[in-house]
Nanobody, 115 residues
């Protein structure tokens, strides 16, 4: 069974950078989408960055600041977050999706951005 684990979260100041990592364990066969989502307190979970079929997509709020990358050798996806803003404060989750619509979530990692 595929399992995901995020790492790299922590408190940062506005304007600083942070890189999150998500490492998968288990078989990744059939994965066609990998991405990062976030959820702020009292709000719904939203897509931040997705990587599928060699194409990266980003939420408008993070375009130009966040970059999603993958390392298939380590079964890891990363999210480089630059110029963080207080509104980026959220719990960040990684998700791997299969071609048949099944998916696996990581437990999440908190990123509080202080002004």
């Amino acid at each position: 069974q595929l399992q995901l684990m995020e790492s790299g979260g922590g408190s940062v100041l506005a304007g600083e950078s942070l890189t999150l990592s998500c490492t998968a364990s288990g078989s990744a066969f059939g994965i066609n989408n990998m991405g990062w989502f976030r959820q702020s307190p009292g709000k719904t979970r939203e897509m931040v960055a997705m990587l599928g079929n060699g194409v990266a997509r980003y939420a408008n709020s993070v375009k130009g600041r966040f970059t999603i990358t993958r390392n298939m050798e380590t079964m890891t996806i990363n999210l480089q977050m630059n110029n963080l803003k207080p509104e980026d404060t959220a719990v960040y989750y990684c998700k791997f999706s299969y071609w048949n619509a099944e998916h696996t979530w990581g437990p999440g990692t908190q990123v509080p951005v202080s002004s």
